[in-house]
């Protein structure tokens, strides 16, 4: 069974940084497909950034240019790196990973594993 653990969620002030942090155990192959969600209170789940076979990546519109999805150095890690963060950008932020990429593996696509999350707030 594959365990996503999510850390790096904090309070923080309009136009600072953060960055979430993703590590994934129980499955000892590359997990191909991993990408971040995140869910307001009141909102529906969406997709924030995902990276498919460690070659391409996908963003939401609302975040492109702000920020960034990267794999760790260790296996089946992910980064976040947030910049410029704006008060719309408080969520709950979760880890979610599927064994396998390419075409299946889309912002809008179903993921296998879930983390429990970790919660961004930012303040103007």
């Known amino acids: 069974q594959v365990h996503l653990v999510e850390s790096g969620g904090e309070a923080a002030q309009a136009g600072g940084s953060l960055r979430l942090s993703c590590a994934a155990s129980g499955y000892p192959y590359t997990l191909s497909c991993m990408g971040w969600f995140r869910q307001a209170p009141g909102q529906e789940r969406e997709g924030v950034a995902l990276?498919?076979?460690?070659?391409?990546?996908e963003y939401a519109e609302s975040v492109k240019g702000r920020f960034t999805i990267s794999k760790g150095d260790a296996l089946n890690t992910l980064i976040l790196q947030m910049n410029n963060l704006q008060p719309e950008d408080s969520a709950t932020y979760y880890c979610?990973?599927?064994?396998?990429?390419?075409?299946?593996?889309?912002?809008?696509?179903?993921?296998?594993?879930w983390g429990k999350g970790t919660l961004v707030t930012i303040t103007s």
């Open positions: 979610a990973a599927s064994v396998w990429g390419g075409s299946d593996c889309q912002l809008t696509g179903d993921m296998e594993y």
């Open positions: 990276i498919n076979n460690a070659i391409s990546t």
